[in-house]
């Protein structure tokens, strides 16, 4: 297959590098990289970054002589690693990717800060990131090394950005590695909300659970354009597990931050990160997490396979099987299913604002999938529909 006219971006991970794609191709493309094929890469898993590895070498082979060029978090780690595969002519750390000259010089080198301020929207919705880095020592984690220390976007900033993306799309997610950490969450959300009206829906990406304050679910409470949504960064359903994993959170944490959440705004819909496998896990810890799936309503989930990190004091530990970890990560994805078509059913009778993501398709302000008549309404449109039936993956409305 020739090489492409097309600079084209590769994304895996988080919304993070969702975000950070977008603006790297056009920066690609300015430099003079057409038909190039940006990888944008990801740490979290050895699956992610097996993935990322594996497209490159396709790539290569199935389009000899196109550019190849690999950023993201596995490439800031090892960047030796992936400059050594074939096709690949540059790889670029976080803290250069969005610099213009990175793209066009020489790359001194790796530092470790990745950049914030990163405002995409090629779809409906945009993504601002407002938080990067992260200083938690979860065992597992080695995203630290590849983002840096956390750190936060001034609010001010984040404001005209949002101001900036309003005037395109009628949802922002305000994204981070560590989110909740921002020292201003919560006067960032109303002062984004209040300085700019227009824009009729903010979201939040992942959220660390013990570092919600009192704070915050007064603006949760309280503004009606934050949607009813939040996905939590659980990882796990046992309180030993959680301590191995050195996170700053119980399952009763989790339970009660479900009650509080619905008690505050009725119906809202929340999700979770869930790794399954963990060293030392036994069939009484994963029965603890399918459990309070359905105690705490986790209607989202973003379920993981343990994966080993080279450096990580997890890594270090007694480790299970990994086809023990995907068996029981698939028990635990149908737990989730479960419980989404338990919150989806729920749905049926009720009016939702829905945003158009394509030809008969959006999203709900639940983040849940809403499928109406072909021709409804174009993308990128709001509108209210009534919900008529579910099949247990998405809505179905008029």
């Known amino acids: 297959m020739p090489p492409s006219d097309l600079t084209e971006t590769l994304t895996f991970g988080c919304r993070l590098n969702i975000a950070e794609s977008q603006t790297m191709r056009a ?27 594996q497209a490159i070498r396709r790539a290569a ?4 002589g196109r550019p190849i060029l690999v950023t993201g978090c596995a490439a800031q780690i090892a960047p ?26 020489p790359i001194g080198p790796i530092r470790r800060e990745a950049p914030m301020g990163i405002a995409a929207g090629g779809g409906t919705r945009a993504f601002l990131a407002v938080q990067q880095g992260c ?20 609010t001010a900033d984040a404001v005209a950005a949002v101001r900036d993306l309003a005037t395109r799309h009628a949802e922002v997610v305000l994204t981070g590695v560590d989110l909740a950490s921002h020292p201003e969450l919560a006067t960032l959300i109303r002062t984004v909300l209040r300085e700019v009206p227009e824009l009729p829906r903010l979201r939040l990406s992942s959220l660390d659970p013990a570092a919600l304050d009192d704070a915050f679910w007064r603006v949760f409470a309280e503004e009606e354009r934050l949607m009813p949504h939040l996905h939590l960064s659980a990882q796990h359903g046992h309180d030993l597990i959680l301590k191995r994993m050195k996170r700053r959170h119980s399952r009763a944490d989790i339970l009660t931050l479900s009650t509080r959440a619905r008690a505050l705004r009725p119906g809202a819909a929340l999700g979770a990160d869930l790794i399954a496998g963990f060293p030392t896990e036994t ?24 994966s080993a990190r080279a450096g990580t004091p997890a890594a270090r530990m007694p ?12 028990r635990l994805r149908q737990a989730g299913e479960a419980e989404r078509a338990r919150f989806l059913a729920s749905r049926i009778g009720a009016t939702e604002q829905v945003l158009m993501e394509g030809d008969g398709m959006g999203h709900t302000q639940h ?25 247990g993956r998405s809505l179905e409305a008029v």
């Open 27 to 53: 920066l690609a493309a300015q430099a003079g990289f057409a038909g190039a094929l940006i990888v944008n890469t990801c740490a979290v898993t050895g699956e992610a970054e097996s993935q990322a590895r």
């Open 61 to 64: 082979r199935e389009q000899p």
């Open 80 to 105: 030796e690693t992936w400059g050594a595969l074939p096709g690949v002519i540059k790889v670029i750390g976080n803290a250069h990717k969005l610099d213009p000259a990175a793209w066009s010089a």
């Open 135 to 154: 200083d938690h020592a979860c065992t597992f984690c080695i995203i630290p090394q590849g983002r840096g220390p956390a750190r936060a976007l001034p």
């Open 283 to 306: 069939e009484e810890h994963l029965c603890a997490m399918t459990d309070l799936v359905a105690e705490a309503e986790l209607a989202f989930l973003h379920v993981f396979p343990y």
């Open 319 to 330: 480790q299970l099987p990994m086809p023990l970890r995907r068996e029981r990560a698939a």
């Open 367 to 391: 983040f849940a999938t809403i499928r109406l008549p072909p021709g409804t309404a174009r993308r990128g449109m709001l509108l209210n529909a009534r919900v008529t039936a579910s099949d």
